[in-house]
């Protein structure tokens, strides 16, 4: 399985992006997908991950800013991202398997930069 994501850049506080991560070759079903991120020195984090069946999770302190969806007909998974605050500066991963926010499978990662 190979994870590509796509959409990260530089963005001013208050703005949004939006984040893709699209699946492809030998997908197992059923298969998670989910996004971590890793500020600069500091671990890797869970955001939010989602099942093929439209389960949800969001790390508490991100919802209502972060939302993550998936169109399971292209195999991809998206992270909208409102209000971004410097804090949100990251990298970010998208991650699939078998199980819920499962990292049996790593993208390349996408760099979000939110500074003024």
Do not use: H
Request: proline share 4%; charged share 15%; hydrophobic share 35%.
């Amino acid at each position: 399985v190979q994870l590509q994501a796509s959409g990260g850049g530089w963005v001013q506080p208050g703005e949004s992006l939006r984040l893709s991560c699209a699946a492809s070759g030998s997908i197992p079903s059923p298969f998670y997908m989910g996004w971590y991120r890793q500020a600069p020195g500091k671990a890797r984090q869970l955001v939010a991950a989602m099942s093929t069946g439209g389960n949800t999770w969001t790390v508490g302190s991100l919802k209502g800013r972060f939302t993550i969806s998936r169109d399971n007909a292209k195999n991809t998974v998206y992270l909208q991202m409102n209000s971004l605050e410097p804090e949100d500066t990251a990298v970010y991963y998208c991650s699939g398997g078998t199980s819920f926010a499962s990292r049996d499978y790593w993208g390349q990662g996408t760099l979000v930069t939110v500074s003024s």
